[in-house]
């Protein structure tokens, strides 16, 4: 959608619904657990994951981040009919990535597990492989800004498909980039469906905003987007979220 606001100024803005918000992060095993957030107190807390829900030979298969993304993503499929699906990740399979480069540095034969797995894409191949699905898939990447342009594209899948799943991950970042400070560096994921109309009665109406005017809290400055959506969401906020160019408000 776009307006014209009385200053001449364009606004681009998005409708949507979501529904079965699923969340998990170091110290945090539930979506009401995010009503309190903190960086220092997260980082020193490990990560519960739930791989209940992933095929045994699967789960021998997946990385750490895999096993993130694929334990918020299966339980949305049990419960609604998903016609797409969009996963969000920073940092993708950084781990199996850096493990391919310290074989090819002591000319040691690459596996080729790990090879297939070191792509972005892994965890949509796993849950599609696993689902049996045939439907789209995006993997999207965007910096720090990636929760942001996830849920963009997620909700533009709307123009075609009525019920999308949005995940958005994680792994903490391996130790040899310490050096460079990176913010956001908690395992974590998030996903929830996205809808054209409301699914059940929980389901929640919602307005996206494109806003380059607005920053983040400084309280929130060293946390992923996606965990301060969560704790936007487990709070009830009634009061608009602002996140990296975009805003969020209930309708």
Not at 98 to 121: G, M, R, T
Not at 128 to 156: C, R, V, Y
Not at 236 to 245: H, I, S
Request: proline share 3%.
């Amino acid at each position: 959608m776009i307006d014209s606001s009385k200053d001449n100024k364009i606004a681009y803005w998005m409708r949507f619904y979501i529904d079965s918000v699923l969340a998990t992060a170091q110290g945090k095993n539930d979506i009401s657990n995010f009503k309190d957030i903190s960086y220092l107190e997260m980082i020193k807390q490990d990560i519960n994951i739930d791989t209940s829900f992933i095929a045994a030979a699967m789960r021998r298969r997946c990385s750490k981040s895999s096993k993130i993304a694929l334990s918020v993503s299966i339980p949305q499929l049990h419960k609604y009919k998903i016609d797409a699906v969009v996963f969000a990740s920073q940092h993708g399979e950084l781990a199996n990535t850096l493990s391919i480069f310290k074989d090819i540095s002591n000319q040691e034969i690459l596996s080729p597990n790990a090879f297939s797995q070191s792509v972005h894409n892994t965890p949509s191949g796993l849950l599609s492989i696993q689902q049996k699905l045939k439907i789209p898939f995006n993997s999207i990447a965007a910096g720090t800004e990636t929760f942001e342009m996830g849920l963009i594209d997620a909700i533009t899948q709307l123009q075609d498909y009525d019920n999308v799943l949005f995940t958005c991950y994680d792994d903490n970042v391996p130790e040899i980039f310490d050096e460079l400070n990176i913010s956001d560096n908690l395992a974590y994921g998030i996903s929830f469906v996205i809808s054209r109309e409301p699914l059940s009665q929980s389901s929640i109406g919602l307005k996206l905003e494109i806003n380059n005017n607005k920053t983040l809290l400084q309280k929130f400055n060293r946390l992923p987007s996606a965990i301060i959506f969560a704790n936007w969401y487990a709070c009830n906020e009634l009061n608009p979220l602002f996140l990296k160019r975009i805003s969020i408000e209930k309708m």
